[in-house]
């Protein structure tokens, strides 16, 4: 005999949650790197070799990530292979609709989303820029490599040119594609390459990796902004929604969230996480965690 009790304690989470989102007083979402990848933001497979199978065939990588951290011998390669990274993670429309499923669900409540995803498709799915602090950078930015001011800049410009000066072309519609009997060069030309405008030293990602990630203006009215709504909404009916958050970086996210939940009765912690949808002890009253991917569940809310 088939038990169904697994089905129907997901089935009951999912209407617990249901509740808590149309209850709420105020919805704090907390995003990690599993719902840019339910949304097809996939580094390994098939999208992968798409665009990196020339640093695949040369380099042995495995992984978009991985390669990332691949110490080239000249920035013309450098680039070459960053700005094929930031282009299909930042400004290519490839998300399966997974943001905007959110951005729907929570559109008309009080919310405001801390995220750890540099890939800018809150704002892409019509998430207010006012109710979002992105605490790792953005893929759409670059800073001084030193730094030597904390100021960054927009990239958008010259990652389309770095992407054509290595044999692609974009329709007037954007799209990307490499023309019939072309090789791509992996490369940009040497006059692409970003420097700081205050320094001449060497630009590089907003990327929070050491401690020379600038935390710009910004930034910092971010933070404020996320503080202030912590603030207000303190003992209040809270729902901290979380979103495919490991254990990477958990003090940023699923800890604090943990905590604030454990001082707020009124609070409902809820976690949608595919293999690890797991809580304390001290709130398991108060949790609602759902193993399963992301992108289902959003369907059935």
Same mark, same amino acid.
């Given at each position: 005999?088939?038990?169904?009790?697994?089905?129907?304690?997901?089935?009951?989470?999912?209407?617990?949650?249901?509740?808590?989102?149309?209850?709420?007083?105020?919805?704090? +979402?907390?995003?990690?790197?599993?719902?840019?990848?339910?949304?097809?933001?996939?580094?390994?497979?098939?999208?992968?070799?798409?665009?990196?199978?020339?640093?695949?065939?040369?380099?042995?990588?495995?992984?978009?990530?991985?390669?990332?951290?691949?110490?080239?011998?000249?920035?013309?390669?450098?680039?070459?292979?960053?700005?094929?990274?930031?282009? /299909?993670?930042?400004?290519?429309?490839?998300?399966?609709?997974?943001?905007?499923?959110?951005?729907?669900?929570?559109?008309?409540?009080?919310?405001?989303?801390?995220?750890?995803?540099?890939?800018?498709?809150?704002?892409?799915?019509?998430?207010?820029?006012?109710?979002?602090?992105?605490?790792?950078?953005?893929?759409?930015?670059?800073?001084?490599?030193?730094?030597?001011?904390?100021?960054?800049?927009?990239?958008?410009?010259?990652?389309?040119?770095?992407?054509?000066?290595?044999?692609?072309?974009?329709?007037?519609?954007?799209?990307?594609?490499?023309?019939?009997?072309?090789?791509?060069?992996?490369?940009?030309?040497?006059?692409?390459?970003?420097?700081?405008?205050?320094?001449?030293?060497?630009?590089?990602?907003?990327?929070?990796?050491?401690?020379?990630?600038?935390?710009?203006?910004?930034?910092?009215?971010?933070?404020?902004?996320?503080?202030?709504?912590?603030?207000?909404?303190?003992?209040?009916?809270?729902?901290?929604?979380?979103?495919?958050?490991?254990?990477?970086?958990?003090?940023?996210?699923?800890?604090?969230?943990?905590?604030?939940?454990?001082?707020?009765?009124?609070?409902?912690?809820?976690?949608?996480?595919?293999?690890?949808?797991?809580?304390?002890?001290? /709130?398991?009253?108060?949790? /609602?965690?759902?193993?399963?991917? /992301?992108?289902?569940?959003?369907? +059935?809310?």
């Amino acid at each position: 005999m088939i038990s169904t009790k697994n089905c129907s304690d997901k089935s009951d989470k999912i209407e617990k949650l249901k509740t808590a989102i149309q209850t709420s007083e105020a919805i704090l +979402i907390g995003a990690g790197a599993g719902l840019s990848a339910s949304a097809g933001f996939t580094y390994t497979g098939k999208r992968f070799e798409q665009y990196f199978f020339d640093f695949i065939r040369k380099y042995g990588f495995r992984d978009m990530y991985s390669g990332g951290f691949y110490p080239f011998e000249r920035l013309e390669e450098h680039w070459a292979y960053w700005s094929r990274y930031i282009y /299909i993670n930042r400004y290519a429309d490839v998300d399966n609709g997974t943001y905007k499923k959110l951005f729907e669900l929570v559109k008309d409540k009080n919310y405001f989303v801390l995220t750890t995803n540099v890939d800018h498709q809150f704002q892409k799915a019509g998430f207010d820029k006012n109710r979002l602090f992105y605490t790792q950078g953005d893929y759409g930015l670059f800073q001084c490599s030193r730094p030597c001011h904390d100021t960054t800049y927009d990239n958008e410009e010259i990652i389309h040119k770095m992407m054509e000066s290595q044999g692609y072309v974009f329709t007037k519609e954007g799209m990307l594609y490499i023309p019939e009997n072309t090789e791509l060069k992996m490369e940009i030309q040497t006059q692409l390459i970003p420097y700081c405008p205050v320094c001449g030293r060497p630009m590089s990602m907003n990327l929070r990796a050491d401690d020379t990630f600038v935390e710009d203006e910004g930034w910092h009215r971010a933070a404020e902004r996320y503080s202030d709504f912590i603030r207000r909404h303190q003992n209040m009916r809270i729902l901290f929604l979380e979103f495919g958050v490991g254990m990477n970086t958990p003090g940023i996210i699923k800890y604090p969230f943990w905590q604030m939940t454990v001082k707020n009765k009124n609070a409902v912690y809820g976690c949608i996480n595919y293999g690890e949808a797991k809580c304390p002890t001290e /709130i398991k009253g108060q949790a /609602i965690c759902i193993d399963e991917d /992301i992108q289902r569940i959003l369907d +059935i809310l």
